[in-house]
Each structure stands twice: as structure tokens, then as C-alpha cells.
């Protein structure tokens, strides 16, 4: 199985900050990768597709870059509603997998 | 709008056998690839398997396949999961998603506990 780790598991930011959120993959994965955000007490929704695809809907802050084993999600100025917990995703091959998430909260 | 609305969760002994109902709308359920992903308390994500638009091939998380099925239903627009022979660790939420690569649409979820 292909592993996803994400770093750093918290991250501790002040509004009007821009952030990168890790995801590094065990193995290469090309650009079969991709993002979601889970606010609490809530289901997951896609941010970006295919590591750097933007989703219809989907604020313009929010970015994606990688390929192969190292990817970046990147918020441009944290707004409050972005205090979420962010996974990763491949679908480069079965099973699908998640990373372990990173958790962006308030400083 | 598309909705996609889990059922069928509660409190299960272990061993027992439990069968989760997701009803879509707001699209054509027979053109997607189906797929169900899990939750577990602690928050780690696990795919569990999808399900092609025509019924025509499912893939499972190894782990999980000699105890859970998929199947569908088009025609009531229903996507289901069959568990069997559960056990403490398949307690979570479980969510009904659409697609087979990107889970572009998810449901509420519906919580399962496996406890005695």
C-alpha cells in the first residue's frame, strides 16, 4: 500500500498568514493526488484534484503543487472558515489511501 | 443539487452482521463509480471499496474484503455496504462518496459501534 505522510500534523497560524501543508508519498505516485478539508463536525470536501486541479466552488486561496512523491497545499491568507483539518489522497494505485491529516488551527 | 444520505448505522455486537443504506439524488447514480470510506474515532481515514456504474466490477480494501460487500441498486439510486462478522475496530463513521479517484461528493455519514 502506498503510504501518505503529512506534515506537520498541527499547524498554528494567525489569520492573514500563508501556509503549506506537506504531503509526502512512499513511493512516486505521478499527480494522483489530492486534497480535502474537513471542517469540524462535518464531511470531508474536495479542494483540488490531481495535485494542483482547482474545484469548482472552491475559494481561489486554496493551490496544489507536486508530482511524483512530495506535494503542497497551499493557502494563500488563512481566513477563519479554514480552521480545518486537511488530508491528502492517492489514486494512483489500489487501495486508495489517506494521509493522516493536518490540523490548522489558531494561534 | 446532489445529496447522498447514509442509513442503517447504530450499536452492533461484535460478530454480528449490519447493512448501510446510502440513497443519492441530484444526479444519475447509474453514470458514477460508487465508493464508501470509514472514519474511525481517532480520526484516520480508510477507503473501504467503490462499485462501477454498471455493476460490473468492485474493488475492496484488502483488509476488508472477506468480510464487507458493495452492491447497488440504480434503479432506487441506492448504494449499500453488507458488513459482516464485525469487530471492535470497524467502529466509525461511514461515509458514502461518489467517484472512484476523487471523492467529489460526500454523504453525512452514519456512525457505527461495534461493542457488547
Known sequence: ?107 | EVQLVESGGGLVQPGASLKLSCVASGFTVSDYWMSWVRQTPGKTMEWIGDFKYDGSYTNYAPSLKNRFTISRDNAKSTLYLQMSNVRSEDTATYYCTRGVTTFDYWGQGVMVTVSS
Open chain 1, 1 to 107: 500500500d502506498i503510504v501518505l505522510t503529512q506534515s506537520p500534523a498541527t499547524l498554528s497560524v494567525t489569520p492573514g498568514e500563508s501556509v503549506s501543508l506537506s504531503c509526502r508519498a512512499s513511493q512516486g505516485i505521478s499527480t494522483s493526488k489530492h486534497w480535502y478539508q474537513q471542517k469540524s463536525n462535518e464531511s470531508p470536501r474536495l479542494l483540488i484534484k490531481y495535485a494542483s486541479q482547482s474545484i469548482s466552488g472552491i475559494p481561489s486561496r486554496f493551490s496544489g503543487s507536486g508530482s511524483g512523491t512530495d506535494f503542497t497545499l497551499s493557502i494563500n491568507r488563512v481566513e477563519s472558515e479554514d480552521f480545518s483539518v486537511y488530508y491528502c489522497q492517492q489514486s494512483y494505485s489500489l487501495p486508495r489511501t489517506f494521509g493522516g491529516g493536518t490540523k490548522l488551527e489558531l494561534k
